[in-house]
Each structure stands twice: as structure tokens, then as C-alpha cells.
């Protein structure tokens, strides 16, 4: 609080002694006349004086002794007559023995002045005065507030009387440098227009000067100052910028900072684009998703120094999200483990990929983020049926890709082969073919095939043939040639499903086996019975024919 009052005190000081040196009007009074009476009669005129609208007056009254005294100024009569005075109005009047008032001649009429007094009191004494008062006014200005290095300096002096320019005055300017030294010291008149002017040249350094214009009115000095500063420094502009990706349109704010003559102007270029100024274009917005958006930027002070121009690259903008793609085991359909491998493809056009995230489940809770490989190997849940594999792709500025996915079939389960029928059951004659028959099936990947295997005791490798699914019975099927006789046949059913899996029915690694009996007499009973038949058909027909021949002889 004390402090705050000691430096309002100070503030007050330092204005009272500028406005003491600022003085820049002066008044000039003359008498236009001065009348004293003793005893004055009822109606005293003064002279006839002539003024003008605008001039300025002031009347002086002093009486012995306080009255009742109406003093009807001649600025209410005007000679519009011949035969004298005419009342126009009444400016004013007092009841006062002492009075010192100043008037302002009302129009740009010219009026004269004159003075009644209308009644009689019988006062011992009064005197009245008129004065005309004359104002002048010097004012002085420089071109510029503030000034480069070497640039030269142009002081107008304006001097007035009464607001009107006078031409003739002598004007002394008087310029003092920034050391104090005293650089300029001139007289010059006034023109029709009441100027008065000086050029001079500047030093090549920072500073402050102060010229000063004045003329003498009436014994009295009247002045007028005025500041003026060379700045031969440039502003300095930074650019506020931290190397890091932006992932939307955004601001590089550009801050400059000037001594002496501050900053006019803040300028940039973005990339090759036009110039454009920080007070009509705004700070620079950065739009173009590069990774090397470049912003040359300067500034200008008030003393028109210009900066060199600096320029910030690398400025990167990337508004776009990477984009990519998933393969489970190269497109598979179906899958036997829960391990399988990912392919991934993940690209991004201004940043970069960084990294990438897997899920089973496509919620990006606990995920972590990785950088990418081409290929990696993963685990699906267990448990069979269909998988989905969830990856998302973050690039260099952050963005994230959608969740790309894939899925995949898992089938850990083996085909069930049941329900094994051969026809005919049991041992079967040599030649004769048997079928073979099986209920098939798989729980999530489906049958991709069956196949028979055999061997015989006549041969060292197995045969293997493929089962066929016949649409009636819902059974694969599959014959095998009749053998010879003593062939041992042993045979294995195989299942695959979609997924590779299979399994083998062996009966227990025991195989299912049938022989080829060797049966003899089955084989002999026929030729013998049909040479039997042949012989006893021919012992009757000879026997009929002896018969018939021994009837004939008769
Ligand atoms: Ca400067
Ligand atoms: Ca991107
Ligand atoms: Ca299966």
C-alpha cells in the first residue's frame, strides 16, 4: 500500500513536471479601453470599439461599493441604424461591486463594443476595462515515431492565434540526441499555413531523442515536445514447435519480441504458399499431412528493420489411419491346433507403422502393442469351432487403424468311424468280393475322405482305396476283389476330416481279417454229377435205341 502510494506520488510528480514544460499557450491581453467616473451620470458610452465574432474579452469592473448595477455590454447592439443602438439581447448583468469576466465575441458578425448604464444609485466611483485576450498555441510533431538506422527526421512546427494558423512567427527548434547532446538548434518562419518544418539525419544507433519547437508571445516563451526513437535493432521471432507429430490440422504460434520500436508485423510462408501476415491470417496453420511441412517465417518493427528470415522443416502433420490385413495360416479354413500363424500387412502413407496389437476377443483392454513382424505365431482359445483374430495398427503419430479380423475354423477332434459291416459276414469262397462298410463322421470340419486299406498274406505292401459315400445309406463303402482261394485278407478303415485330423479303426491294431476257403468237394460234386448225369443219359438212350431195334427184327 505505501509502496503503491509513493509510486502514485512519483507518477504525479514526473506529470506536474511535464506539464510544466509543456506549456504550449500563452495569452496575450490587450486594452481595448479603460474608462473611470466619479460620480458617473445614467448612462455612460464607451467608446465604439470594433470586434470581431471569436474574439476573445474580458471585462475588468470595480465600484466603491457593491450596487445594483446592470451592465448591458454593447455585444447586445449592433449599428443596424442610423438613429443608434438597438437591444439585441442581454449577455449579462450583475449586482456587484467587483467583476472580472471573459467573453467570447458570439458570431463572426462584427460587433462593436459600447456600454449603458441604466440606473442610478448614485455610486461614488467605478472604473471598467476591456480586454482583448489573444490565445497562442504552438504544437510540433515528427513524421515518425520511430526511425531506422541513418533515416532522416522531418519536424512540423504549427503555431495559432485564436485557432487560426499566423504565418511570420519565428519557431526555434532545438533536438537533443540520446547522449543529451544537443544535435539540432534552428530557427524557421512560419508559412500561410502557420508551419514551420526541419529535416535532419538520425544516428545509426538505438535511442530516444527530444526536439523541442517553441516562439515567444508577449515576453513569454511557449513550447511544445515531442519524442521520437531510432531502432536500428531487428525483432526476433520464435517459432513454437516440438518436433512431434500432429494428428489434426494445427498452430506453430510465432512470438516476436522487439526493443525500442516493438513489432509491426509477424510474417510466415508455409511450404511454397504466398506470404501471409500473423494480424490478417492468423497464426500459421499447418494442414498438409507431411512429414516435413516447412514454415519460413520474420518479422518487422515499427522502425521497419526486418529480420532475417528463418525457416522451421520437419514440421509433420498425419491425419490419415494406417490401414492393413490378417491371415490365419495363409487363408486356411480350418485349423487342428490353437497355434496357428498370422500374417500381417500394415501400411501407412505420411508416419509410418509403429506398431500393432493382437486379440482374440477384438476388445482392446489388456492387449499390448508390439512392433510388427511379418508373420507371427498365435493361440486361439480351445475349444473347437469357429476363431476370430483381432489386430489393430498404430502408426508413428498415434492414430489407430480399425480392428482388422480373421477367422478360422478349429476342429482338434478326430473323424468317428462306427457301425463296420462286411458283406459277407464270416469266410467267403475264392473270387468272391466283399464289401466293406462303415459309418463315418466328423464333428466340425467334416469328412474330407475315407479310405480303405488291405493287405493279403500274398502280398508285401498295403493297397489303399478311397471309400465311397453312398447317398442312400449314409455309409462309405468300399469292395474288395475276390481273392484265391487261402488268401488271409486283413484290412483298416482310415478317416480324415477338413481340419487333418484322422483316425485309423484297426479292431486294435488286430485288423479285420477273412480267409478264402480252399473247398474241394463243392468244386468236384458238380462236373461229377453232370458226368453222371451225361453217362446215365447216354446208358438211356442206347438202351431205348437196343430196344427199339429188337422190335423191328421181331
Ligand atoms: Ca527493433
Ligand atoms: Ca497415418
Ligand atoms: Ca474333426
Not at 518479422?299 to 528470415?309: K, L, P, R, T, V
Amino acid at each position: 500500500m505505501a509502496l503503491a502510494l509513493l509510486l502514485m506520488s512519483i507518477f504525479s510528480l514526473v506529470c506536474s513536471i511535464q506539464r510544466a514544460k509543456a506549456q504550449n499557450t500563452a495569452t496575450k491581453e490587450t486594452t481595448l479601453f479603460s474608462l473611470s467616473k466619479f460620480v458617473p451620470p445614467r448612462m455612460v458610452e464607451a467608446p465604439n470599439t470594433h470586434l470581431v465574432g471569436g474574439t476573445n474579452v474580458r471585462i475588468k469592473f470595480s465600484a466603491s461599493e457593491p450596487i445594483d448595477f446592470f451592465c448591458q455590454n454593447s455585444w447586445e447592439y449592433n449599428q443596424s441604424s442610423s438613429t443608434g443602438w438597438n437591444n439585441v439581447t442581454s449577455h449579462w448583468s450583475d449586482k456587484t461591486a467587483l467583476m472580472n469576466t471573459t467573453f467570447t465575441i458570439p458570431t463572426t458578425d462584427t460587433w462593436y463594443f459600447t456600454l449603458v448604464n441604466y440606473e442610478y444609485h448614485g455610486i461614488d466611483v467605478y472604473d471598467i476595462t476591456l480586454y482583448r485576450i489573444e490565445t497562442y498555441e504552438i504544437h510540433v510533431e515528427s513524421d515518425r515515431r520511430f526511425y531506422g538506422k541513418w533515416q532522416q527526421a522531418t519536424l512540423k512546427a504549427s503555431v495559432n492565434k485564436d485557432g487560426q494558423p499566423i504565418s511570420g512567427s519565428n519557431v526555434v527548434f532545438q533536438v537533443s540526441d540520446p547522449y543529451g547532446n544537443v544535435v539540432l538548434n534552428e530557427s524557421k518562419q512560419t508559412n500561410v499555413q502557420g508551419q514551420a518544418t526541419t529535416i535532419f539525419t538520425l544516428l545509426g544507433e538505438d535511442g530516444t531523442y527530444n526536439a523541442t519547437a517553441r516562439i515567444i508571445v508577449s515576453e513569454k516563451t511557449i513550447e511544445d515536445f515531442v519524442t521520437f526513437t531510432t531502432d536500428v535493432t531487428a525483432p526476433t521471432t520464435i517459432a513454437d514447435y516440438n518436433g512431434t507429430w500432429g494428428t489434426n490440422d494445427f498452430i506453430v504460434p510465432l512470438t516476436a519480441i522487439d526493443n525500442e520500436s516493438g513489432v509491426e508485423e509477424v510474417y510466415y510462408r508455409i511450404n511454397d504458399e504466398p506470404i501471409q501476415n500473423v494480424s490478417t491470417g492468423g497464426q500459421p496453420l499447418i494442414t498438409i499431412e507431411s512429414a516435413d511441412n516447412a514454415i519460413e517465417y520474420w518479422s518487422i518493427d515499427n522502425a521497419g528493420n526486418e529480420e532475417n528470415h528463418h525457416t522451421l522443416t520437419g514440421i509433420k502433420l498425419d491425419k490419415t489411419v494406417p490401414t492393413g490385413s490378417i491371415v490365419i495360416n495363409n487363408g486356411a479354413t480350418y485349423t487342428n491346433s490353437t497355434t496357428v500363424t498370422l500374417i500381417l500387412t500394415a501400411t501407412d502413407s505420411t508416419s509410418g507403422v509403429y506398431q500393432v496389437r493382437y486379440s482374440n476377443d477384438g476388445l482392446w483392454n489388456s492387449e499390448s502393442w508390439e512392433l510388427p513382424s511379418p508373420t507371427k505365431t498365435w493361440t486361439l482359445t480351445p475349444g473347437d469351432g469357429t476363431k476370430a483374430v483381432y489386430c489393430q495398427i498404430q502408426d508413428q503419430a498415434g492414430l489407430l487403424s480399425i480392428t482388422y479380423s480373421k477367422s478360422i475354423i478349429l476342429d482338434t477332434a478326430s473323424p468317428i468311424i462306427e457301425t463296420l459291416l462286411r458283406i459277407p459276414n464270416g469266410d467267403v469262397q475264392p473270387d468272391q468280393q466283399v464289401t466293406v462298410l462303415a459309418n463315418v463322421t466328423d464333428s466340425a470340419s467334416g469328412i474330407k475322405s475315407v479310405r480303405l486299406r488291405y493287405i493279403t498274406n500274398k502280398d508285401v505292401i498295403w493297397f489303399s482305396f478311397p471309400m465311397i459315400l453312398n447317398p442312400m445309406t449314409r455309409l462309405y463303402e468300399y469292395t474288395i476283389y475276390g481273392q484265391q482261394a487261402g488268401t488271409v485278407v486283413k484290412y483298416e478303415i482310415v478317416a480324415y476330416d477338413n481340419a487333418g485330423n484322422n483316425r485309423t479303426e484297426n479292431n486294435g491294431e488286430q485288423y479285420y481279417v477273412y480267409t478264402v476257403i480252399p473247398e474241394f468237394t463243392s468244386l468236384l460234386i458238380l462236373p461229377l454229377f453232370i458226368i453222371a448225369t451225361l453217362l446215365a443219359t447216354i446208358i438211356c438212350k442206347r438202351e431205348r435205341k437196343g430196344l427199339q431195334s429188337r422190335k423191328a427184327m421181331r
